[in-house]
């Protein structure tokens, strides 16, 4: 089912974009607002179906590797940051193909672009936390150390991520970019 995984890890990667810009195109373009609605809900099932699909394999035999681990990680992205994935797109697509106002902008620098880095590497800290909580959960189930070790080594090596992203806060808070005032 190795295969099956990866295929179907595929096609949740290009269904998200393709959910994604046919809600955008249903609200914006075709003014179809419930359909917009119920094909952007389907968007975080994609992962769940993906998680299930890993689960399903581990179940039957299989030995974990980096597709069980990657499956974990897409939906914890999709918790904590599918709904700002989705907004950002909905205003640049608005911008874009509706005359909405220009999508929002992270602050320059100053204390609040600080504030908004820490903020995004917490989330990044979360969505690993649900990662690894997704993949202990998937250990405990399959319950057989010589197929799951890999998954401990996803997760090992999955915490690069939220340490280089450490870099962006103590940057902006250490050498924080100066603001340009706006005054007379």
């Given at each position: 089912?190795?295969?099956?995984?990866?295929?179907?890890?595929?096609?949740?990667?290009?269904?998200?974009?393709?959910?994604?810009?046919?809600?955008?195109?249903?609200?914006?373009?075709?003014?179809?607002?419930?359909?917009?609605?119920?094909l952007?809900?389907?968007?975080?099932?994609?992962?769940?179906?993906?998680?299930?699909?890993?689960?399903?394999?581990?179940?039957?035999?299989a030995?974990?590797?980096?597709?069980?681990?990657?499956?974990?990680?897409?939906?914890?992205?999709?918790?904590?940051?599918?709904?700002?994935t989705?907004?950002?797109?909905?205003?640049?697509?608005?911008?874009?193909?509706?005359?909405?106002?220009?999508?929002?902008?992270?602050?320059?620098g100053?204390?609040?672009?600080?504030?908004?880095?820490?903020?995004f590497?917490?989330?990044?800290?979360?969505a690993?936390?649900?990662?690894?909580?997704?993949?202990?959960?998937?250990?405990?189930?399959?319950?057989d150390?010589?197929?799951?070790?890999?998954?401990?080594?996803?997760?090992?090596?999955?915490?690069?991520?939220?340490?280089?992203?450490?870099?962006?806060?103590?940057?902006?808070?250490?050498?924080?970019?100066?603001?340009?005032?706006?005054?007379?």
């Open positions: 089912m190795g295969c099956v995984i990866v295929a179907i890890l595929i096609g949740c990667e290009v269904g998200f974009w393709l959910l994604l810009g046919l809600g955008l195109a249903s609200r914006y373009l075709w003014n179809r607002r419930r359909l917009s609605t119920a952007l809900l389907c968007v975080p099932l994609l992962d769940v179906i993906l998680l299930a699909a890993s689960v399903m394999d581990m179940r039957s035999g030995t974990a590797d980096l597709r069980h681990g990657i499956a974990a990680a897409y939906l914890a992205y999709s918790i904590v940051f599918g709904h700002s989705i907004r950002w797109a909905d205003a640049k697509f608005r911008h874009r193909f509706a005359d909405g106002p220009p999508p929002w902008k992270p602050p320059e100053g204390m609040a672009r600080t504030r908004y880095e820490w903020i590497w917490l989330r990044i800290v979360l690993y936390a649900i990662a690894c909580a997704l993949l202990l959960g998937l250990v405990w189930l399959v319950n150390p010589s197929r799951t070790g890999e998954l401990i080594n996803f997760m090992l090596s999955m915490l690069k991520v939220p340490l280089i992203a450490l870099l962006w806060p103590l940057g902006y808070t250490l050498w924080p970019k100066k603001v340009e005032s706006s005054g007379a």
